[in-house]
């Protein structure tokens, strides 16, 4: 099975994303690692990456692309893959489309997980982050038993500057522009899924079952 997961920040992507994997044995792609990789291993690619990075400028798709295309093409992906942080944007759905067809490899369905913006900005302008071990609260569900204090390390737990609501607004806007175009892309091409992940795990885990249920 060979997945693309859509998911806006706070949305619940990395949970969706754990049980995709687990569930189907997949090989979890995000290219977040893959860049670190290649960075850390001194590859052509890895080195080209890290000129633009060391510029304070953004990687460019052609590089980007290159990174996937070379990922996919390791002996682990033949058991099938969850591609997390790309495509971001037309111009690389379509040359994922393109280096698929090349590669012989079948795209099952993406996965788009929606939650109101609204529960968002809750989920995420309420989470508190401990500056020593990375532990994480929040203001409403889960405080530590201290205020401002790790339960683990008794290190600090402050709010993020990314986590501030107008940060994550503006978060938002950036991924809705990228997706948009995205879901557009893949809509026609019966492969787009939609997943309510706006309640809570049993019923997200349950629409998710229900979701690949049809391609067991």
């Given at each position: 099975?060979?997945?693309?997961?859509?998911?806006?920040?706070?949305?619940?992507?990395?949970?969706?994303?754990?049980?995709?994997?687990?569930?189907?044995?997949?090989?979890?792609?995000?290219?977040g690692d893959?860049?670190?990789?290649?960075?850390?291993?001194?590859?052509?690619l890895g080195?080209?990456?890290?000129?633009?990075?060391?510029?304070?400028?953004?990687?460019?798709?052609?590089?980007?692309?290159?990174?996937?295309?070379?990922?996919?093409?390791?002996?682990?992906?033949?058991?099938?893959?969850?591609?997390?942080?790309?495509?971001?944007?037309?111009?690389?759905?379509?040359?994922?489309?393109?280096?698929?067809?090349?590669?012989?490899?079948?795209?099952?369905?993406?996965?788009?997980?929606?939650?109101?913006?609204?529960?968002?900005?809750?989920?995420?302008?309420?989470?508190?982050?401990?500056?020593?071990?990375?532990?994480?609260?929040?203001?409403?569900?889960?405080?530590?038993?201290?205020?401002?204090?790790?339960?683990?390390?008794?290190?600090?737990?402050?709010?993020?500057?990314?986590?501030?609501?107008?940060?994550?607004?503006?978060?938002?806007?950036?991924?809705?522009?990228?997706?948009?175009?995205?879901?557009?892309?893949?809509?026609?091409?019966?492969?787009?899924?939609?997943?309510?992940?706006?309640?809570?795990?049993?019923?997200?885990?349950?629409?998710?079952?229900?979701?690949?249920?049809?391609?067991?």
């Amino acid at each position: 099975m060979n997945v693309i997961l859509l998911g806006a920040p706070g949305s619940g992507k990395g949970t969706m994303a754990e049980i995709l994997v687990k569930e189907k044995h997949l090989v979890h792609i995000a290219t977040g690692d893959i860049f670190r990789f290649n960075i850390k291993q001194q590859t052509e690619l890895g080195k080209e990456a890290k000129s633009y990075i060391d510029q304070g400028l953004l990687v460019p798709d052609a590089v980007t692309i290159k990174m996937v295309k070379d990922r996919l093409q390791k002996d682990d992906v033949k058991q099938g893959f969850l591609l997390d942080g790309f495509p971001r944007s037309l111009s690389q759905a379509e040359a994922l489309t393109k280096m698929l067809s090349e590669l012989d490899l079948k795209l099952d369905f993406v996965l788009a997980i929606d939650v109101p913006e609204e529960q968002i900005v809750e989920r995420l302008a309420g989470r508190r982050v401990c500056l020593d071990c990375g532990a994480s609260y929040h203001i409403v569900s889960k405080q530590p038993k201290d205020a401002g204090v790790c339960d683990n390390c008794h290190g600090a737990v402050v709010q993020r500057e990314d986590d501030k609501a107008e940060t994550v607004l503006k978060r938002l806007h950036t991924y809705h522009e990228q997706t948009q175009p995205l879901l557009a892309y893949y809509e026609p091409l019966n492969l787009l899924r939609h997943l309510d992940n706006s309640g809570d795990y049993q019923s997200s885990y349950t629409a998710l079952r229900e979701i690949l249920a049809d391609f067991d």
